[in-house]
């Protein structure tokens, strides 16, 4: 018995050893001991790039108009009420016009008397011509026939013009809408005593909306009329064009003035604020990345690339230093020094040295 001992000794020493080694083999290959560095990659291609200006601003009516009074008096009577649509020439209230009314009918029936007294006056003088050539009127006679004629014409004109203006103050007691449109806001209520110029109603033609903003003058000489534009709101996007812009900065401002015609939505109102996109070129088969992608120190600028090492799976990360072209919006201009499908970091670089070794992550 106490042969067979030592021997059964070694065999456990034995087995304790290969647990070991086979633990450590096993820690040696977990991945929390993996040492190379996560990062994301793309391969290095060509795109077609849209170069566009990014504007901001606030949309408008293509008509947007306060009205004011042309009269004063107390508003008798509203037509129109808040959000209903106006042409131009509509009645949309009534100032008390009694007083108006009256004086019209006192001045039509002057223009009337006037009227008869020039024609009178006309037959007169064509007798007095008739009767001087046959010498059987003095030329005083004729000349008092020529003074009445004179009198009866100043007398019909001033009537004339006192009717015109009786009824131009008539009319003005109408509150006539100027344009076509919405009736976005009203500023008067019935009773309410109304002066000439006082705002009555503010009418916006929403047909068409326009965003009225301002570019900068690196930007300026980009700009065409029926330039393509797409507008941001709330996460939609609708269609746009460039209706014009001006070639003298705003007043006040460096920016030239730009407005954008947009095609009326559901969700787009005048006075909502949006950013619009114009797109000002298009530049084809482009070799190119995001900025974000280069690495730059002094005036030098890297890509990180990805190499496989010898005929194994392990791939490690090196700087290589490219010449930069065109920047165009986020993206960049790849000339040389790196080739057209190399594989490029493009998160994670951060930490990485020349020869890290590295695993791709999705």
């Not at 008739?130 to 009537?159: C, H, P, V, W």
């Not at 009717?163 to 007691?173: D, G, I, K, P, V």
Request: aromatic letters at 6%; proline letters at 2%; hydrophobic letters at 40%.
């Amino acid at each position: 018995m106490k042969t067979y001992i030592p021997i059964l000794a070694v065999i456990l020493l034995i087995l304790t050893a290969c647990g070991k080694k086979d633990d450590t083999t096993a820690k040696a290959k977990s991945p929390a001991n993996d040492d190379r560095q996560a990062v994301m990659v793309e391969n290095l291609g060509r795109r077609d790039i849209d170069e566009e200006i990014t504007v901001s601003g606030k949309l408008e009516g293509i008509t947007d108009i306060v009205m004011s009074s042309e009269s004063n008096g107390r508003l008798m009577e509203l037509y129109k009420k808040l959000g209903d649509n106006v042409n131009p020439g509509d009645r949309i209230g009534r100032v008390e016009n009694d007083v108006t009314r009256i004086r019209v009918d006192q001045a039509e029936a002057a223009y009337n008397a006037a009227e008869s007294s020039l024609q009178n006056a006309q037959k007169n003088l064509d007798y007095a011509t008739r009767a001087k050539e046959s010498n059987l009127i003095s030329e005083a006679e004729y000349n008092t026939a020529l003074s009445a004629f004179k009198g009866a014409k100043a007398g019909f004109d001033g009537a004339n013009a006192a009717l015109e203006s009786a009824r131009l103050a008539y009319n003005n007691s109408y509150l006539i809408a100027p344009a076509k449109g919405k009736i976005s806001y009203l500023h008067i209520a019935v009773g309410q005593f109304v002066s000439q110029g006082m705002p009555v109603a503010s009418i916006t033609d929403a047909s068409t909306l326009i965003l009225k903003t301002g570019v900068g003058e690196s930007q300026i000489g980009k700009i065409r009329d029926g330039l393509s534009a797409s507008i941001a709101y709330q996460g939609k996007s609708y269609n746009g064009t460039v209706r014009g812009f001006g070639i003298k900065p705003m007043s006040g401002s460096a920016n030239y003035p730009l407005e954008i015609a947009v095609a009326p939505g559901k969700d787009l109102l005048p006075g909502m604020v949006v950013r619009a996109k114009i797109k000002t070129n298009t530049y084809r088969n482009l070799l190119s990345t995001l900025l974000t992608n280069v690495s730059k120190e002094f005036d030098r600028n890297y890509l990180w690339v990805l190499s496989q090492v010898g005929d194994t799976e392990r791939q490690i990360a090196s700087r290589q230093e490219v010449e930069l072209g065109r920047i165009i919006g986020q993206y960049v201009e790849i000339l040389s020094g790196v080739e057209e499908g190399a594989t490029i970091v493009v998160s994670g670089s951060e930490n990485l040295e020349d020869g890290s070794a590295v695993k791709i992550r999705e």
